[in-house]
């Protein structure tokens, strides 16, 4: 996929804008921007989607909804265009890895979230939260955006990423056993 240079600027800056002044979710911010800057081509309303995954996932404090937005967006690029093809093994049977269309598919999902969680600390948000205050602490109120940019800058690098070098990617820990 190719992005201009416009548009990843545009991407970056719409992020923090529709946290600071738009008053949108982490993953509402991210999915936006990347639809907004046109990267992303869906209709603006699609935005409503990723609104329960703020908060790291209703409020509930997991995953930052920023890398929510992100994963949403590469999986409007790469995701599995139609779910019924290419099933997972059964449960129990031993399958080549390589054959899993798991295998390469996810590889650039799993670095995504990798590379954003070592560039932040960390990408869960009752760890961002406490570290930084309670929910509407100034301290944690000016964290996220930083978050939301980083979350939308990492996924710009994966989105533009050829198959080819997505192959080459090794997988970061993950419950499948990948490597």
Request: net charge neutral; hydrophobic share 35%.
């Amino acid at each position: 996929m190719h992005i201009t240079a416009e548009q990843k600027e545009i991407a970056i800056k719409m992020a923090r804008e529709n946290q600071m002044e738009n008053g949108m979710s982490c993953s509402e911010s991210v999915f936006n921007a990347l639809i907004r800057s046109g990267i992303i081509d869906l209709p603006e309303e699609y935005t409503k989607i990723a609104t329960g995954l703020s908060g790291g996932v209703a409020a509930s404090g997991n995953t930052c909804g920023a890398v929510y937005g992100g994963l949403m967006a590469l999986g409007w690029v790469y995701g599995r265009k139609n779910p019924f093809a290419n099933p997972q093994p059964a449960p129990g049977k031993a399958a080549d890895a390589t054959k899993d269309y798991r295998f390469n598919m996810l590889r650039r999902f799993n670095c995504y979230v990798h590379e954003t969680e070592r560039k932040v600390g960390t990408i869960n948000c009752w760890d961002v939260l406490h570290s930084n205050g309670e929910y509407f602490d100034e301290k944690r109120v000016m964290k996220c955006p930083d978050i939301i940019v980083t979350a939308v800058e990492t996924v710009l690098k994966y989105l533009e990423m050829s198959d080819e070098e997505n192959k080459k990617l090794a997988f970061g820990y993950n419950i499948l056993g990948f490597k």
